[in-house]
T-cell receptor, first 113, second 113 residues
Framework: SQKIEQNSEALNIQEGKTATLTCNYT??????LQWYRQDPGRGPVFLLL?????KEKRKERLKVTFDTTLKQSLFHITASQPADSATYLC????????????FGAGTRLFVKA | DADVTQTPRNRITKTGKRIMLECSQTKGHDRMYWYRQDPGLGLRLIYYSFDVKDINKGEISDGYSVSRQAQAKFSLSLESAIPNQTALYFCATSAGAHGEKLFFGSGTQLSVL
């Protein structure tokens, strides 16, 4: 069955360090992969999209990589700040032509000052 | 004003009651979605609609129904609520050609006693 895996354990890092979150998937051949941020009690907010023919995408302090051979994406936040503390969700398009987005359970990030 | 508005924000109801959750959007998007979120399970797709005349079941549609009253309005109904439908429900829209880049509402926390 199709599966998206993100670290269920929270990631704790010190302010100023780089946070790296992992998304692994199985039994998918997605055309693109997305990352969203979710704060407690709020809806997810779109951050970045990377397509299957792209290796890396950057937006300000954010960087995403996409390795279709390893079936893995890495999400990096450089120079992290306490305001970056949130849950980060990985999402893929379900490759059935139905244009549906499937989400991982997310990884909680805590950035300590 | 929010681009995607959900009402109510919170609802407590009893087993067997019929409940309707409403969603309206001002983004002008054709594609609208209903997801539910449970701790540790991530977001799961209930129903989605590509336009007023097109409604599709997601992975967990049993026990739910939807109505797309207009391009801007998409409501979710629980015909006879049961306790395991207690969850956080999100409405989303998408402008992407393949359903990517979702915009979420703030969610409805539903508790079924």
């Amino acid at each position: 069955s199709q599966k998206i895996e993100q670290n269920s354990e929270a990631l704790n890092i010190q302010e100023g360090k780089t946070a790296t979150l992992t998304c692994n998937y199985t039994n998918y051949s997605p055309a693109y992969l997305q990352w969203y941020r979710q704060d407690p009690g709020r809806g997810p907010v779109f951050l970045l999209l990377i397509r299957e023919n792209e290796k890396e995408k950057r937006k300000e302090r954010l960087k995403v990589t996409f390795d279709t051979t390893l079936k893995q994406s890495l999400f990096h936040i450089t120079a992290s700040q306490p305001a970056d503390s949130a849950t980060y969700l990985c999402a893929l398009d379900e490759d059935t032509g139905g244009f549906k987005t499937i989400f991982g359970a997310g990884t909680r990030l805590f950035v300590k000052a | 004003d929010a681009d995607v508005t959900q009402t109510p924000r919170n609802r407590i109801t009893k087993t067997g009651k019929r409940i309707m959750l409403e969603c309206s959007q001002t983004k002008g998007h054709d594609r609208m979605y209903w997801y539910r979120q449970d701790p540790g399970l991530g977001l799961r797709l209930i129903y989605y609609s590509f336009d007023v005349k097109d409604i599709n079941k997601g992975e967990i549609s049993d026990g739910y129904s939807v109505s797309r009253q207009a391009q801007a309005k998409f409501s979710l109904s629980l015909e006879s609520a049961i306790p395991n439908q207690t969850a956080l429900y999100f409405c989303a829209t998408s402008a992407g050609a393949h359903g990517e880049k979702l915009f979420f509402g703030s969610g409805t926390q539903l508790s079924v006693l």
